[in-house]
């Protein structure tokens, strides 16, 4: 029963270089989303997809671009890594309906230098 | 603009003693709170949450209080447990927001022995 998974882990970019981080969720879920947390700013969101086949922005972002590859997939994009892109990312998704939780991955810690 | 706010950063409390999360938010639009836990390099995991139509919801240790008038809610923790220490995030959705959560900064709780 994993849930939601992200790869990789941790990740160290130059300034100016391009990643993909990757989330996959095994509960069938409708909705995702991506969300950064920094020091003292909790989370907040990059952006989300309501359904396959749908992406909105969220609050913060500039600097990204998201993938809904398939209803299990959702993965987001740097294409020029900033430092101020050093961050935490978690990748969450909830069944479709309002008050739906919100199941969270284990986060990807990304340096960029 | 910090439509959540949770103003103590941190918070230290004696084992068995009662522990008092809060939590003010700006947002009238807002009618679902929710606050979630999280382990350092672990993802937020749900705690506990409540409608705007209600003012208290239990669930064992843990009872979320919300006073709508004031746009304040509180996390109570009765007995706290060393386990308990953690980052707690509260966050709120209106039932427009297509599922977005907007979250506080975390308050940091440390029960000691």
Aim: aromatic share 12%.
């Amino acid at each position: 029963n994993a849930g939601v998974t992200q790869t990789p882990k941790f990740q160290v970019l130059k300034t100016g270089q391009s990643m993909t981080l990757q989330c996959a969720q095994d509960m069938n879920h409708n909705s995702m989303y991506w969300y950064r947390q920094d020091p003292g700013m909790g989370l907040r969101l990059i952006y989300y997809s309501a359904s396959e086949g749908t992406t909105d922005k969220g609050e913060v972002p500039n600097g990204y671009n998201v993938s809904r590859l398939n209803k299990r997939e959702f993965s987001l994009r740097l294409e020029s890594a900033a430092p101020s892109q050093t961050s935490v990312y978690f990748c969450a998704s909830s069944a479709p309906g309002f008050g739906e939780t919100q199941y969270f991955g284990p986060g990807t810690r990304l340096l960029v230098l | 603009d910090q439509q959540v706010k949770q103003n103590s950063p941190s918070l230290s409390v004696q084992e068995g003693r009662i522990s008092i999360l809060n939590c003010d938010y700006t947002n009238s639009m807002f009618d679902y709170f929710l606050w979630y836990k999280k382990y350092p390099a672990e993802g937020p995991t749900f705690l506990i949450s409540i409608s705007s139509i209600k003012d208290k919801n239990e669930d064992g240790r843990f009872t979320v209080f919300l006073n709508k008038s004031a746009k304040h809610l509180s996390l109570h923790i009765v007995p706290s447990q060393p386990g308990d220490s953690a980052v707690y995030f509260c966050a709120a959705s209106a039932r427009q927001g297509a599922q977005k959560l907007v979250f506080g900064q975390g308050t940091r709780l440390t029960i000691n022995p």
